[in-house]
């Protein structure tokens, strides 16, 4: 289960509506000892990655994300160092509902399993101006797939 700031939540639909109608993507931590995990807002790279190599990287920003490796590194290292550790990550889908699509699920997996095993991947919605809904997954080894997850929003 994925708890999360109810001002967190709110931090990541501002944060998606002000991309759009690109994603925006973020990663989530603990700290030491805690079950509630914070937001790190995070750049999409998707489209400069997509201008230099479109073969490569197909899709824009309006349809996938991709996290810069080094401030992967600086949030995870960071929440690490606390005593904390990564919890999830998030990003938006744009003009669509809150689901796990099949790029959501191949850019989560390293190879045959999750790069985070434990981590949860939260999903929020927008369509123009207007905040929709949201949705975590995580994964399930009964099912060999991502599933959907409770969410606890705290005041």
């Known amino acids: 289960m994925l708890m999360l700031r109810?001002?967190?939540?709110?931090a990541i639909f501002q944060q998606a509506l002000?991309?759009?109608?690109?994603?925006?993507?973020?990663?989530?931590?603990?700290?030491?000892?805690g079950d509630l995990s914070a937001m790190h807002k995070c750049?999409?790279?998707?489209?400069?990655l997509h201008a230099k190599d479109p073969e490569q990287?197909?899709?824009?920003?309006?349809?996938?994300?991709?996290?810069d490796s080094g401030e992967l590194f600086r949030i995870v290292n960071g929440a690490e160092k606390s005593g904390g550790g990564v919890s999830g990550?998030?990003?938006?889908?744009?003009?669509c509902d809150a689901y796990f699509s099949q790029e959501d699920k191949d850019r989560a997996m390293a190879w045959d399993e999750p790069a985070y095993p434990d981590a949860v991947y939260l999903v929020v919605s927008v369509y123009g101006d207007e905040r929709?809904?949201?949705k975590a997954f995580s994964w399930?080894?009964?099912h060999?797939?991502?599933i959907e997850v409770e969410i606890a929003v705290q005041p």
Not at 57 to 67: E, G, L, Q, V
Not at 89 to 95: G, I, K, L, N, Q
């Open 6 to 10: 109810a001002a967190d939540l709110d």
């Open 18 to 33: 002000q991309e759009y109608p690109g994603e925006c993507c973020g990663i989530l931590t603990t700290g030491a000892g």
């Open 43 to 48: 750049r999409n790279l998707q489209d400069e």
């Open 57 to 67: 990287y197909p899709r824009d920003a309006r349809t996938a994300y991709f996290i």
């Open 89 to 95: 990550f998030y990003h938006s889908h744009v003009d």
């Open 132 to 134: 929709r809904g949201y």
């Open 140 to 142: 399930d080894d009964g």
């Open 144 to 146: 060999a797939d991502f």
